[in-house]
């Protein structure tokens, strides 16, 4: 079981995530928004977070940021979700540098595979 940050701006994507995850047991604290995301970031030390890169106010890009940047957190797998091509340039560099799984959204139904993954490989 982890505890596992899900942020999108669309709803039924958040609820949708919720489920999948919640049946493996795994702790989902939703975010609406990058920016929320981020706040959250402070008072919440998630196993992995799972991040949408096209959001309002701060973005799945500024979010991948603040966990890569900070001491406490940089340690945490990051698994994005996009509908932008892999080969977008900023797709890749985000991956690169954060070590990042893209997925596309039609992928979500393994999102659960992914975090029991993630989580027994950092174990």
């Known amino acids: 079981m982890a505890s596992v ?3 999108d701006d669309d709803a039924d994507i958040r ?3 919720t489920q999948l995850l919640g049946r493996r047991g795994h702790v989902v604290v939703t975010a609406g928004d ?4 981020i706040a959250l970031l402070t ?3 998630p196993d992995v977070v799972i991040t949408d890169l096209n959001m309002p106010q701060q973005d799945g890009f500024a979010v991948c940021r603040a966990v890569r940047q900070s001491p406490r957190l940089r340690h945490i797998p990051l ?3 996009t509908a932008l091509p892999q080969d977008d340039l900023r797709v890749m560099q985000v991956v690169a540098e ?3 799984i893209v997925l ?7 999102l659960a595979d992914l975090a029991d993954r993630l ?3 950092a174990a």
């Open 5 to 7: 940050l899900f942020a």
């Open 15 to 17: 609820a949708l995530a």
């Open 34 to 37: 990058g920016l929320e995301a």
């Open 43 to 45: 008072e919440f030390l």
């Open 79 to 81: 698994v994005l979700i």
């Open 98 to 100: 954060s070590r990042a």
């Open 104 to 110: 596309a959204k039609t992928d979500i139904v393994r």
């Open 119 to 121: 989580v027994s490989s």
